[in-house]
């Protein structure tokens, strides 16, 4: 085995298509094709299943993609520590993150970040946080940071900060009671409702606390389930209806008098911001730089 091949595999794995592979790694798709049939000979087992146009491993590639993914990783991990011994640390640095941290938890973040290791680019991918989720345990993803637990003995979870989600209404005439002011749960009955999409973390803790209060989503109004915060918010503005969100993202417009925040009598609310990464997978020397960055920082200012 040598590290090109690992390299072409693990696309093909994650890109589940040789042509897609050879684009990530600037090769023609025979030379990808050449490195897997290598591969698959020096190991003497298939690797891939070839179906037509779906690819996917079989059972030893499996096997072999999480040891793949660490030894390109190791051998990673020492040419950057070695940049690291010279003085200088560059990479880019993919993030996948959920929408509430990615407006209000990662901006403050990278800044200080980026100011530390000027030479570091990043992209970052949006996710909801189930899909951060399922992005690190199937190998696509290092590490997320994402505002829900989900329960998986393949993953490790840093806790960040807290997050308290609250109801927000149009701030008119049919909502005359004081900012954060506890209704009754019953008022939702009454009310338009406008949900986050299946598999965000605030979708997630919302439904828990209907059904902890014996409350049957199918007896609520809802109107609509988008998944963007900002789009939400503009909806309730224009009073299409209330919806729930982190009390982080509506501060400006609370104090702009365009929402007003109410809490549930009932309903617990809170939750963490989390980082999230795989136990058994060695994270990149990059990402894990990231890692011990963001949690000295939050040990360092306790919130943000």
């Not at 592979?21 to 690797?47: D, M, R, V």
């Not at 806790?159 to 909502?175: G, Q, R, V």
């Not at 606390?209 to 939400?232: G, S, T």
């Amino acid at each position: 085995m040598d590290f090109r091949q690992l390299e072409t595999f693990i696309q093909v794995v994650k890109l589940k298509s040789f042509s897609k592979a050879a684009q990530k790694l600037y090769l023609t798709q025979p030379t990808i094709t050449s490195h897997i049939q290598n591969l698959e000979n020096e190991l003497g087992t298939i690797l891939l299943n070839r179906s037509g146009k779906s690819i996917s491993p079989t059972g030893a590639g499996d096997l072999l993609y999480k040891y793949a993914l660490n030894i390109v990783n190791m051998r990673n991990m020492a040419q950057f520590d070695l940049g690291v011994y010279k003085g200088r640390i560059q990479g880019h640095l993919e993030i996948s993150i959920s929408s509430i941290p990615r407006h209000y938890v990662l901006p403050v973040l990278l800044k200080d970040f980026i100011n530390k290791y000027p030479d570091v680019t990043f992209s970052i991918t949006d996710y909801d946080s189930k899909n951060v989720v399922d992005s690190i345990i199937e190998g696509d993803t290092d590490f997320g940071i994402i505002g829900a637990d989900f329960n998986s003995p393949h993953l490790e979870y840093i806790k960040l900060i807290d997050d308290e989600l609250c109801l927000i209404t149009p701030n008119n005439n049919d909502y005359p009671w004081d900012n954060y002011t506890e209704l009754d749960p019953q008022f939702l009955l009454n009310e338009k409702i406008i949900l986050r999409e299946k598999g965000s973390g605030s979708r997630h803790l919302i439904e828990t606390q209907f059904e902890e209060n014996n409350i049957d989503i199918e007896d609520l109004k809802v109107i609509a389930y988008i998944d963007d915060n900002d789009a939400i918010k503009r909806f309730v503005e224009m009073g299409l209806g209330v919806s729930f969100t982190s009390e982080k993202s509506i501060r400006r417009e609370v104090e702009m008098g365009l929402l007003k925040p109410f809490s549930i009598k009932g309903f617990e609310l809170k939750r963490t911001f989390y980082f999230v990464y795989h136990k058994k997978r060695q994270l990149s020397p990059l990402s894990k730089t990231f890692k011990d960055f963001v949690v000295e920082y939050i040990d360092k200012y306790d919130c943000l």
